[in-house]
């Protein structure tokens, strides 16, 4: 009897376990459920036509489809998942054209990605097509290491793995790059 008692106790402790071991997991997946941190947008816009000025002369326009902004999140971004179309004016209302199929601008580093058909096309119709660009604005600067076609305007063109310029074109360095220079000045 005490056999029977002993394999009786075992089988109701096995069976204990594996109950406990079940419901421990769930109760695991929950708590883990509960620290994920979501990104919730502090904000959100559909069809935004945005005109930065500065001393009440228009410096930029930005048309984009979609907005997303997470500016409450510890490292704050704004997202733009259905692309921008943006107008730049220089000083002498010059307008240049920078599109893409999506964007996202990150507040604390002052950095801009610019992610799918990126093309930018300048006042003088010097233009550059990559898959991916980056734009510091602090510092006024493109680049990118991914692949890149520069026309410039005059038959001219460069081509090639990474290559970061000047928001103006007037600097522009590569690394392994290849084309034809028609004219120099």
């Given at each position: 009897m005490i056999k029977n008692f002993k394999n009786i106790f075992t089988y109701i402790v096995t069976v204990f376990a594996v109950a406990m071991f079940f419901s421990c997991e769930s109760n695991f997946k929950e708590v883990q459920k509960l620290n994920q941190k979501t990104f919730i947008p502090s904000g959100q816009a559909d069809t935004i036509n945005l005109v930065y000025t500065d001393s009440g002369k228009v410096k930029a326009i930005l048309v984009s489809p979609k907005m997303i902004d997470y500016g409450t999140l510890e490292n704050p971004y704004t997202e733009f998942p259905k692309g921008i179309k943006v107008t730049i004016f220089d000083d002498k209302d010059n307008k240049s054209y920078i599109d893409a199929d999506y964007a996202v601008s990150y507040k604390k580093t002052n950095l801009i990605d610019l992610q799918g058909n990126v093309k930018i096309i300048s006042y003088d119709n010097k233009v550059l097509e990559t898959s991916q660009l980056?734009?510091?604005?602090?510092?006024?600067?493109?680049f990118t290491e991914k692949q890149f076609k520069y026309s410039d305007g005059q038959g001219g063109f460069l081509q090639g793995p990474g290559v970061d310029f000047s928001k103006d074109f007037t600097i522009f360095n590569m690394q392994k790059s290849n084309g034809e220079v028609n004219n120099i000045d």
């Open positions: 980056y734009y510091d604005q602090k510092n006024e600067w493109f």
